[in-house]
């Protein structure tokens, strides 16, 4: 299968940038997202973090299933988890529907 990936969320305000993207890659999802806080007076990055979700093959599947997806399809999990809140949402989604993932940030 062919590798994928999508926009879920790309937003800014005066003080901080919010990232966050989705790829399948060998039928593994992975959301990989960014927070960046700017510093107002020159526009640059101050300081960011990355994160990653990381579902195996078996959770990819669940995962899907449970949003009633077929073939790893991203722009049905983008109606589902997009904005400012595609993360927590995710999370919350995850949780109530047991399907597990690895977690890491990177700061």
Known sequence: MKSQRINLCDMSN???HF???AEVSGNRLTLIGEF?????????????????YFLDEENTDK?????HA????LEAMKEKFNGLYASSDFRE???????????????
């Open 14 to 16: 005066d003080t901080n």
């Open 19 to 21: 990232e966050l993207e």
């Open 36 to 52: 960046t806080h700017l510093n107002n007076a020159l526009i640059k990055k101050t300081g960011s973090s990355e994160y990653y």
């Open 63 to 67: 995962f899907f299933h449970s949003i």
């Open 70 to 73: 077929k073939n790893f399809d």
């Open 93 to 107: 989604f995850c949780t109530a529907n047991q399907i597990k993932y690895a977690f890491y940030n990177i700061a």
